[in-house]
Every structure is written in C-alpha cells, then in structure tokens.
C-alpha cells in the first residue's frame, strides 16, 4: 500500500521575510514622487468641479475659497451657456476642430514617414545628429518660438517683409493678414512637436527584429515593400494608441501656440480664436472663475467620451492596438 508523504513548505525564516518588505518600501518608495503627483494635481483638485455650478462670489470679510465657493449660488448650467451663445462660438469651435484634425493626421503621417527615413541611415553619428535636431523644439516654450516667428514675420524688421522690399513687392503685413496663418500655425505646430513623436516611433522601429527584414529581402521585398508590410504593422499598435490619446484632446488647443504666436493680435481671431484663449479671455474681463471651470469641465467630458469612442472602433478592428 503506497503512502504519500508530502514534504513541508520550508517556513520563511525572518531575514526572508525582511528583504520582502525591504524590496516592496523599495518599490513604493519609487512610486511614491508619481502618486503624489498625481493626488495632489489630478485626483485633489477635482473637488473644484462643483465650482462649474455655481456663481462664485467672494466675500471681502471671508477670503477663504471653500466659505466662499459653499456660501455661493447655485446656478446649474447657465456657466455653461457663455460657450454657445456667445457671437464667436461657431468660429472658436471650428477652429479648434479643425486645427486639432489636421494635427492628429499630419501627426501620424509626417512622424512615421521621417522614423522610416532616419532608420534607414547607416552611420549612428548622422541619426543622432537628426534626432538631436529635431527632438530639440520640443523642449522651447511657445513665447521663445512667437519671437523666432516673430524675427521672420515682423512687418519693420521681419527677414521676410525686408527680403519682398528689397526684391520691389509690397511686403505682407502677415500680423494683420488671417489667410496665411492656418499655415503658419500648422506647420509651427509640426516643426516643434514632430521631433518628440518621431523619436517614439524610431524606438518602436529599432525593437522590430532584423531577421524579418531579411527574410523579406530574400524574398525579393523592395525597401518599399518591407516598409509597408514589415515596418508599418508593427507601428499599428503605437499608432493606434497615439492616435486614441490625440483624439481625447479634439475639443482643447494648444493655448501657446494659438495666444503668444500669433501675438494676442485681436485681426487674427478669425483664424486663431479657439475655446482654450476665447475662455482665458472672458475670465481675464470678467474674473468670473465659474465659468472658465465650466469650460475645462465640458472640454474634459467630451474628451472622455472621444477616448471612449476612439478605444471602441479600434478594439473593434484591432483589439490587441486598444489601450483597454
């Protein structure tokens, strides 16, 4: 008759169970400047919310914000109509719709297109070289890139107007000009955000495994070809992600770009005018702090539910390209 005999677990002596919890403070120690971070700047701050409801008042003999923002009126939804009944409101939407379509697509094509060029450079000194170059706008502010714009553009002493003067044209008064500035601000957009989404997209290329090149090459795959059926399916994921987080941002701007580029001059608004600087706009006039919170709210509901969207008609084509 066969007796199973079952070996007892070795009991975790107590140094084990120390350098267990050592490794987990270690970890949590790590995490811990993030989640701070972000409960102090994204998860606190929400509390505000209620402050999109009500018509904030300040009493002189009260300066604190949470008597004032309890004691104040509630007034529902009316923060929200400053938005939509405003004369501006069809021109501010447009724009930052538009705008923020043309820079979702551009900013998909122009990065992979230049990620696939740059892999193909042989010597690391040249694509170090690239990437430095093009990764090193992101890092300037949108007032350091409206002066360098401005220095180009400025109708006394712009490069530009001086360059039509001397050649005997009527120089452009280009801050008084709307036409040219959807290309203007466009391709600002690009030449300081490509760098940073070239590089992601490089470094997604470098982790493709060269055997799959190879066999191509040996199948006869021309370099167009490996491009488009080795290097572009296995971009999809990181495309896609992008993608559904650059859509969650379609109804907000880039509030540097279209206020200190442009150089807050008010014969632009045609073309410049998009809900982030129309709200900062109306606060700075009228102080009312209800209904700039009003704005951001609905910005971020609408981009919640985009995201939303986004992730949903991706995981239904590819469901393995979904964030979740």
């Not at 992601?200 to 006869?220: H, K, P």
Request: with cysteine.
């Amino acid at each position: 008759m066969a007796v199973s005999i079952q070996k007892k677990k070795p009991k975790k002596t107590a140094s084990a169970k120390w350098e267990k919890h050592k490794k987990t403070m270690v970890m949590l120690t790590m995490v811990a400047p993030a989640a701070i971070w972000l409960l102090l700047l994204r998860y606190l701050p929400m509390g505000g919310i209620i402050l999109a409801f009500k018509d904030y008042k300040v009493n002189p003999r009260n300066p604190s914000f949470i008597s004032n923002l309890i004691s104040s009126e509630w007034v529902g939804l009316q923060n929200f109509e400053f938005l939509f009944k405003t004369d501006s409101a069809w021109v501010m939407i447009r724009n930052t719709l538009a705008y923020n379509l043309v820079f979702i697509i551009l900013g998909i094509i122009i990065p992979v297109a230049f990620a696939i060029m740059m892999n193909e450079f042989t010597r690391k000194f040249v694509k170090k070289a690239y990437q430095t170059m093009m990764f090193f706008p992101y890092f300037l502010s949108w007032v350091v890139v409206s002066y360098f714009l401005n220095a180009f553009l400025d109708a006394q002493y712009g490069m530009i107007p001086a360059m039509q003067e001397a050649a005997g044209e009527t120089p452009i008064s280009w801050y008084t000009t709307p036409e040219p500035w959807p290309f203007i601000l466009v391709f600002a957009n690009l030449w300081k955000n490509v760098g940073y989404s070239t590089v992601l997209y490089l470094a997604a290329i470098t982790g493709i495994d060269a055997n799959q090149y190879e066999a191509a090459a040996i199948d006869g795959a021309s370099k167009w070809q490996q491009t488009l059926y080795v290097t572009i399916p296995h971009l999809r994921t990181m495309i896609c992600i992008l993608l559904i987080m650059n859509v969650g941002k379609i109804f907000a701007s880039d509030f540097g770009l279209f206020y200190n580029v442009p150089m807050q001059n008010g014969s632009l608004f045609s073309v410049t005018q998009t809900i982030d600087t129309y709200v900062y706009r109306a606060y700075t006039a009228t102080g009312d702090p209800g209904q700039s919170s009003a704005a951001g709210l609905l910005q971020n509901v609408l981009g919640f539910v985009c995201i939303l969207t986004a992730n949903g008609i991706v995981k239904k084509i590819d469901a393995d390209s979904s964030m979740f």
